[in-house]
Structure formats: C-alpha cells, structure tokens
Nanobody, 121 residues
Framework: QVQLVESGGGLVQEGGSLRLSCEAS????????MAWYRQAPGKEREQVAA???????TYANSVKGRFTISRETGENTVSLQMDHLKPEDTAVYYC???????????????WGQGTQVTVSS
C-alpha cells in the first residue's frame, strides 16, 4: 500500500502563486507516473498536469504556461508550481500516483487526501 501526502494549499489573491507538494511513502514498487488532479464544487475531477518516467509532462489547456509539474529523478515526490493564479483555479487538488508492479504486470493507482486551493478576485 502506498500513501500520498499533499501539502502547500491555501488562500491566495488572483495573480499570486502557490506550490503544492506530494510525497509518496509505503510499499512502493516503481512509481511510473505522478499527476495532479483538481475538483471544483459541482464539477468533475480533471487532470491538471502529469509527469511520466521518460515520457515528459502534459498539462490541461487551462493551465498551460502558468503551472509547472516537476519530479526529481529517483524521488517519489512531485510538485506543482502554480503561477498567475485565477479564481477559476479554485478547487481541491489531489495527487495521484501510478505504481507499476512488474511481478504482477499491474499498475496500482493511488490518491492523496486532497488540499484546498482558493484564489480570491
């Protein structure tokens, strides 16, 4: 079992910045990809950014050029630098990890508990 713990959420004014971090711990095989999702009230959860071993990064169109996802090589920690924040970025942000168990040829998907990001206008 893998645990994901997020930190760094909070309240910020429009145009400001926040940095989210997520650390994975527990019985980890090989975390192949890590991502950030968000869910605003009344809306579905959406992927914001993802980083995959050897396959680069992807971003939702709504955050391209403003958010940057990063992961240190060999580390099971992922960060999301959020700049030029807008009120529509307000949501609960969730960390996600895909852990590859080669013996079972299976991915195990894990979620953090979520951290609130609120952007005031």
């Amino acid at each position: 079992q893998v645990q994901l713990v997020e930190s760094g959420g909070g309240l910020v004014q429009e145009g400001g910045s926040l940095r989210l971090s997520c650390e994975a711990s527990g019985r980890i095989f090989n975390i192949d990809a890590m991502a950030w999702y968000r869910q605003a009230p009344g809306k579905e959860r959406e992927q914001v950014a993802a980083i995959k071993n050897g396959r680069g990064t992807t971003y939702a169109n709504s955050v391209k050029g403003r958010f940057t996802i990063s992961r240190e090589t060999g580390e099971n920690t992922v960060s999301l630098q959020m700049d030029h924040l807008k009120p529509e970025d307000t949501a609960v942000y969730y960390c996600n990890a895909a852990d590859w168990n080669s013996a079972e040829a299976t991915f195990y998907n894990y979620w953090g508990q979520g951290t609130q990001v609120t952007v005031s206008s």
